[in-house]
């Protein structure tokens, strides 16, 4: 596993080419503490799914927002804009899951 802490929360690699444990797909927890937000992004190579686990977040895909809890599950295609932020008082926990071994991310 590759952890990398942001100043919003953190991303938890479990399954990338980078690993050396896929040739297809990149797989990993992102974590959100409250009130908190990643930025506006998207990935130019890969579409991404995203499965929330533990808390309430608003997503928005370009112009559209999105509130998800514990269940939900979202799919953005390929160079979608789009972020999560944290709407309640605990940690924000999802699964997120790219189509390519070598997810790109180009900021907004």
Known sequence: ???????????EWMVSGALG?????TVGRCYIRPGEQNPRHHHPNCDEVLH?????????????LVRMG?????SIPSGRVHNARN??????????AFSSPDRQVVGE
Request: no cysteine; hydrophobic share 40%; aromatic share 4%.
């Open 1 to 11: 596993m590759m952890i990398e802490e942001q100043p919003w929360g953190r991303l």
């Open 52 to 64: 929330v686990l533990q808390g309430t977040i608003e997503h928005s895909v370009d112009d559209s």
């Open 70 to 74: 514990p269940g939900d599950t979202i």
């Open 87 to 96: 709407l309640g008082d605990d940690e924000a926990i999802f699964v997120i």
């Open 21 to 25: 444990n896929s040739t297809t797909m």
